[in-house]
């Protein structure tokens, strides 16, 4: 668990602090940035967002110079509201920037998709033209915790069993007007949480979301952190 485990800090959240989450069961956390505005005693991961806010150079060279074991790719690029990138566009900045990086022994992970067949078929494009990873990067939101595995398993396979990092993951309905319970969201959060700690090819998993407030859609029995600025239920068993 102290391996895998990690937090997922919305650079947003700064009324709060990820030494909130200072402790033995969490190892390492990302922040969908190069920025590490944290002296948290934790294992910081870089992320190449997108072009459109972090020109790669740039990128590259701060990775080079934080001494990153690790980076994570871009955010969703299959999503408008994300990265928003095509798979052509995206391969030519990773060949010619990204991958030079693990020339120096640096991890790359895929650019971070989201649980639809826009965002598979985006990363077998991607990596069609040959751009390298050393593991995937998925994210899930939804209900069932044998759905949540099921599209785990079914992306770890289509793309040659490579290990696999959940980056963002966490129940929901997606609907304000008929939100999950919290019950719901505790069963799935120990029924998905166990089996990914058992499982060999899964390295690592972040929980979303470390913050307060979530947007009604995706409900705020998700929040890792409660009203007052503590750990909420779900975040101390986090």
């Known amino acids: 668990m102290a391996k895998k485990r990690g937090l997922a800090w919305p650079l947003e959240n700064t009324q709060d602090s990820p030494h909130l989450f200072a402790n033995a069961r969490l190892a390492w956390f990302?922040?969908?940035?190069?920025?590490?505005?944290?002296?948290?005693?934790?294992?910081?991961?870089?992320?190449?967002?997108?072009?459109?806010?972090?020109?790669?150079?740039?990128?590259?060279?701060k990775v080079r110079t934080q001494g990153a074991k690790i980076i994570l790719g871009f955010n969703e690029p299959e999503r408008r509201e994300q990265a928003n990138m095509n798979a052509t566009d995206a391969a030519h900045i990773w060949k010619k920037y990204i991958e030079p990086l693990a020339n120096e022994g640096i991890l790359l992970g895929s650019p971070?998709?989201?649980?639809?067949?826009?965002?598979?078929?985006?990363?077998?494009?991607?990596?069609?033209?040959?751009?390298?990873v050393d593991f995937l990067a998925l994210h899930w939101y939804g209900r069932g915790a044998d759905n949540f595995l099921r599209f785990i398993t079914k992306a770890h396979e289509r793309f040659g069993n490579k290990p696999v990092w959940v980056t963002e993951f966490a129940c929901t309905s997606w609907n304000?007007?008929?939100?999950?319970?919290?019950?719901?969201?505790?069963?799935?959060?120990?029924?998905?949480?166990?089996?990914?700690?058992?499982?060999?090819?899964?390295?690592r998993y972040a929980w979303f979301g470390a913050t307060r407030h979530l947007d009604s859609a995706l409900g705020s029995g998700n929040c890792l952190i409660d009203?007052?600025?503590?750990?909420?239920?779900?975040?101390?068993?986090?």
């Open 112 to 132: 971070s998709i989201a649980s639809t067949e826009e965002g598979l078929n985006l990363l077998e494009a991607f990596l069609s033209t040959g751009c390298h």
């Open 176 to 203: 304000a007007g008929h939100p999950v319970s919290q019950e719901e969201i505790n069963d799935f959060f120990r029924q998905a949480t166990t089996k990914l700690d058992r499982t060999s090819w899964i390295e």
């Open 227 to 238: 009203n007052s600025g503590n750990l909420s239920q779900l975040g101390q068993v986090y």
């Open 30 to 61: 990302y922040n969908w940035s190069s920025d590490n505005r944290s002296d948290v005693n934790l294992e910081f991961i870089p992320m190449y967002w997108s072009a459109n806010k972090e020109d790669p150079a740039q990128f590259a060279n």
